[in-house]
């Protein structure tokens, strides 16, 4: 320690020295605090994760615990294709009220799309709906399916402009005086969960109480989402404490996670090359 010490002092000064001290002290006295600030390496989620992917097609296959042959998989992207080109014709005919940017990338899009569709969910639970990018898209899912409803969770009403077909959507409001609890309470009166994505707030506070607040209420076959993952640690302490280990999707601006909860069981769906 001393031979380093010095050897810092020779190479770059006293004031420098000093300064990297004073670094390594702070941080080392206030970890947490720092960790909850702090954005994960790479690295440090792709060691945690039990599988890496730069396409969603293998993440697709590798949720599944085998190999989904890739006729099935062209099959999927068609029909979802249908759906996203409907969604892009849908932003030129609406008044956002969101930045477009806020939508869920299109790798991301693709694997969300094909879990309501392969898991055949009841009950979905989305939490951040800006212009409803996602929530279309499940809802159009969904309506393949013929079955399953999507309750979404945001704090304002002026959400949703993407979103044509609202039979099955339940938008549920947050009391900003009461954020927590609200959350809590809204969950609690839900049915059993099948499939949640966590696109809201991204603090690492927030995105852990979500998830942790979500758990007990998911079914023993189901998934939990997590978009921009990568934002903070909070989806990878979650892990952690459960032992879970998420697949991870890597993407130009955001990773995308994916926790299994026990062994689940996809069903290809009857998908018609061309939707009515």
Not at 38 to 49: F, I, N, Q, V
Request: aromatic share 6%; proline share 3%.
């Amino acid at each position: 320690m001393s031979s380093r010490l010095f050897s810092h002092l020779r190479e770059y000064g006293l004031r420098d020295t000093i300064e990297r001290l004073l670094c390594k002290s702070t941080h080392a006295l206030l970890n947490s605090g720092f960790r909850k600030r702090d954005a994960p390496y790479l690295g440090e989620l792709a060691a945690a994760a039990s599988s890496v992917h730069l396409g969603a097609d293998g993440l697709i296959s590798a949720l599944s615990g085998s190999p989904i042959l890739s006729d099935d998989l062209v099959k999927l992207r068609h029909e979802y294709e249908a759906y996203r080109a409907a969604l892009m014709q849908r932003y030129k005919a609406v008044t956002l009220a969101y930045d477009a940017a806020f939508a869920i990338e299109e790798g991301s899009a693709f694997v969300m799309y094909a879990l309501v569709r392969l898991l055949r969910p009841s009950i979905v639970l989305e939490t951040g709906v800006a212009n409803g990018h996602s929530s279309a898209l499940i809802l159009n899912a969904l309506g393949e399916n013929g079955c399953g409803e999507l309750h979404s969770v945001d704090v304002s009403d002026d959400v949703g402009d993407l979103i044509v077909d609202r039979r099955n959507w339940h938008l549920h409001l947050l009391d900003s005086s009461s954020l927590k609890k609200s959350f809590a309470a809204i969950v609690a009166r839900l049915p059993t969960i099948d499939l949640m994505v966590h696109d809201s707030d991204h603090s690492y506070q927030w995105m852990r109480y979500e998830l942790e607040t979500v758990l007990p209420r998911m079914s023993s076959g189901g998934v939990l989402a997590c978009d921009d993952a990568n934002i903070c640690y909070g989806m990878l302490d979650f892990c952690a404490a459960h032992r879970m280990k998420p697949l991870l999707l890597v993407e130009t601006r955001k990773v995308f996670g994916v926790l299994p909860l026990g062994p689940i069981h996809l069903r290809l769906p009857q998908i018609r090359l061309t939707r009515a």
